[in-house]
């Protein structure tokens, strides 16, 4: 069992940056790829972003290539998502989850925290 919460959402202009964070518990946390996912309303959920379990491997979505990064630090249970340059378009609720490798579908996910508002005004 692996329990998620997302942090570090809040109100930013374009243009500006924010890092949301995602602490993971259990004792298991460096055995699961960690993803970023998002939603806006009226919208299916939206891949970001994964990161395999050591880190070694990312795979970002083409609409945040070059301006988010994604993070983990397995010693602390802690995975980050760094945005930069943020546009209108990335508003959404962002949602960690953890699965048993990198998936770009949310059903490739086990376990999921409750999502942190980001809203970016133009």
């Known amino acids: 069992q692996v329990q998620l919460v997302e942090s570090g959402g809040g109100l930013v202009q374009a243009g500006g940056s924010l890092r949301l964070s995602c602490a993971a518990s259990g004792r298991t946390f460096s055995s699961y790829a960690m993803g970023w996912f998002r939603q806006a309303p009226g919208k299916e959920r939206e891949y970001v972003v994964a990161i395999s379990r050591t880190g070694s491997s990312t795979s970002y979505a083409d609409s945040v290539k070059g301006r988010f990064t994604i993070s983990r630090d397995n010693a602390n249970n802690m995975v980050y998502l760094r945005m930069n340059s943020l546009k209108p378009e990335d508003t959404a609720v962002y949602y960690c989850?953890?699965?048993?490798?990198?998936?770009?579908?949310?059903?490739?996910?086990?376990?999921w925290g409750q999502g942190t508002q980001v809203t970016v005004s133009s």
């Open positions: 989850a953890a699965g048993p490798v990198k998936s770009t579908t949310p059903r490739g996910y086990d376990y």
